[in-house]
């Protein structure tokens, strides 16, 4: 095999990701199992597909690596085949950010005029929880929350958002999470404490972001030992 041939083969090997990613329904579903794996019905109930759709794009993405699949049961599980995946996808989004005005322009029309205010990076998150200043709340739904979330986070997701909003203290800032740094999740949470009458901010990033990072994480109250970290606390 001659080199340029090699460079060719190996670069439609590299191809495959792409004609793999290059699905809208796809990026989605591997956005939800960044929160945690889930099973197929799960996943297309989450994301809104039928389930023989939301089993195709699962299967297409296993083969090409970017997920792994178990039985349990008569169920199939899915999860994240690696952080690197996570990595992908944000490197999608911030190249997708930077080079597509479409991206820029859907961003501020329907999430930054919710909040304009400049996000808590997770360095300032990590001071101001040490020196107990803040409430942090986790807005996703509870079994997102139960597979792995920040330490000394509550969960109080959207929905339940009117209701427990008595829970929380009105002199403490709030800073509320979610999936990822576009999900509308904590966009929502933060206009609605704000009419509220509650100092609160965004962290700029979700939680996978977060775990990806090497920060700390827990999954039933148990604190995991972060990796290496990007992010020094």
Not at 24 to 43: N, Y
Not at 105 to 129: F, T, Y
Request: hydrophobic share 35%; net charge negative.
């Amino acid at each position: 095999m001659t080199t340029q041939r090699f460079k060719q083969d190996l670069n439609d090997q590299f191809a495959r990701l792409g004609k793999v990613l290059s699905n809208g329904r796809r990026l989605e579903l591997l956005e939800h199992l960044a929160q945690g794996e889930r099973s197929v019905d799960g996943l297309a109930r989450v994301a809104g597909l039928s389930v023989a759709n939301t089993s195709q794009h699962l299967q297409r993405m296993q083969q090409a690596g970017l997920v792994t699949a178990r039985r349990e049961g008569k169920q199939v599980i899915y999860a994240i085949a690696a952080d690197d995946v996570v990595e992908l996808l944000d490197v999608f989004r911030r190249v997708g950010e930077r080079h597509l005005a479409e991206v820029r322009q859907m961003v501020d029309a329907h999430l930054h005029q919710k909040d304009a205010l400049e996000p808590v990076s997770a360095e300032e998150l990590i001071e101001r929880c040490r020196k107990g200043l803040v409430t942090l709340i986790d807005v996703r739904p509870e079994e997102e929350y139960e597979a792995g979330h920040i330490p000394g986070a509550i969960n109080v997701s959207v929905k339940d958002l009117e209701r427990r909003m008595a829970e929380l203290d009105p002199e403490r800032e709030v800073i509320a999470y979610c999936r990822g740094p576009y999900c509308t999740f904590s966009f929502e949470a933060v206009a609605r404490l704000r009419e509220a009458g509650f100092q609160t901010r965004r962290l700029e990033s979700g939680f996978p972001e977060w775990k990806l990072a090497g920060l700390p994480t827990s999954i039933d109250d148990t604190e995991t030992e972060p990796r290496t970290s990007r992010v020094e606390p």
